[in-house]
């Protein structure tokens, strides 16, 4: 059974920093693409950030562009997200999410897996 634990949220000052962990067990994911997602209260599921686990290419949403790192450890199966430059506009639940194929996508349909979620809320 896949599993996709994420971790790391909670409550930071704008300008503040934090780093969300994605364990991922279950399945290999070594030939699979990962993704970042977040979603805000009333609003959609948006693309945040994602990335291959081969080869490590990545792409991130205009919005966090400069400011977040998506990254991964294959040894410890886990995709991270740092946050840096946090804004209050980044206040959402964040998910972590997993492809079965290796190529990039920027829409939440694309996904077959998903954890559980993990909130992140900035302060003005």
């Known amino acids: 059974q896949v599993q996709l634990v994420e971790s790391g949220g909670g409550l930071v000052q704008a300008g503040g920093s934090l780093r969300l962990s994605c364990a991922a067990s279950?399945?290999?994911?070594?030939?699979?693409?990962m993704g970042w997602f977040r979603q805000a209260p009333g609003k959609e599921r948006e693309f945040v950030a994602a990335?291959?686990?081969?080869?490590?290419?990545?792409y991130y949403a205009d919005s966090v562009k400069g400011r977040f790192t998506i990254s991964t450890d294959n040894a410890k199966n886990t995709v991270y997200l740092q946050m840096n430059s946090l804004k209050p506009e980044d206040t959402a639940v964040y998910y972590c999410?997993?492809?079965?194929?290796?190529?990039?996508?920027?829409?939440?349909?694309?996904?077959?897996?998903w954890g559980q979620g993990t909130q992140v809320t900035v302060s003005s």
């Open positions: 999410a997993a492809r079965t194929e290796p190529t990039i996508r920027t829409i939440v349909r694309e996904y077959a897996y």
């Open positions: 279950g399945r290999t994911f070594s030939g699979a693409a």
């Open positions: 990335i291959r686990w081969t080869g490590g290419s990545t």
